[in-house]
């Protein structure tokens, strides 16, 4: 390695960045750009180790970042330049979209939606399989169906025009059968609105406290 790189990919586990810090410790205080991608590792954790005078930027990216379809959400430290950020986003764009966030104390919430949220999505494809099974369905059929639906309305949420309030009500026929379906999900007690509110909370509250620990 250079002794200067343009970048250093920081992208362990948490538990591992006391053995990783150290390694990299001489190249901070210069020209090098430090991007993070390890979650509830604060900024200033690494400028303890790194020096407070490097360029250090946070990242949370999700895990469609696999196939390309990710986002990412970037922070960056008093000494990270609108160069240093262009950079960042150049290198994060490979593996989806980027969004800039206005402080680090916005991780949290990120980590809530969207870097925990591909799990919610990925427990919603099981449970509407498994009611498609309770209905009679096959597991292959109820599951083929259930993934498949799931993408098309992400895709459809994504590019079309129309907020997913309005894409909702398009599939919603008066005292049809997806009106019967909403009535539960949308309950005020137990339904999404409440449920997905404390499932956000929840993750942005343990971010929160792996930050502080």
């Known amino acids: 390695l250079p002794e200067q790189p343009a970048i250093v990919l920081v992208a362990v586990k948490p538990q591992m960045m006391g053995d990783a810090l150290p390694a990299i410790a001489a190249m901070g205080g210069g020209k090098t750009l430090f991007v993070s991608v390890a979650a509830g590792t604060p900024i200033s954790s690494f400028e303890a180790a790194l020096g407070d005078d490097s360029p250090i930027i946070r990242a949370m990216p999700n895990t469609p970042a696999a196939v390309g379809r990710g986002i990412t959400a970037i922070i960056g430290n008093s000494h990270t330049t609108p160069a240093h950020l262009d950079t960042a986003e150049e290198l994060l764009t490979a593996v989806g979209q980027v969004v800039r966030l206005d402080s680090e104390d916005q991780m949290d ?37 259930a993934t ?30 997806t009106q019967a379906a909403l009535e539960v999900l949308m309950n005020e007690k137990d339904g999404f609105p409440v449920l997905l509110k404390r499932a956000v909370a929840a993750a942005a509250d343990r971010s929160r406290e792996l930050s502080n620990d």
């Open 148 to 177: 498949a639906t799931v993408a098309g309305a992400g895709a459809l949420a994504k590019s079309a025009v129309e907020g997913p309030d309005q894409l909702r009500i398009n599939v919603t026929s008066p005292n049809g059968t």
């Open 109 to 145: 919430a990120v980590t809530g939606v969207s870097g925990s949220g591909p799990a919610y999505v990925f427990h919603m494809i099981e449970t509407m399989a498994a009611g498609g099974v309770a209905q009679g369905l096959s597991p292959e059929l109820a599951l083929q169906l």
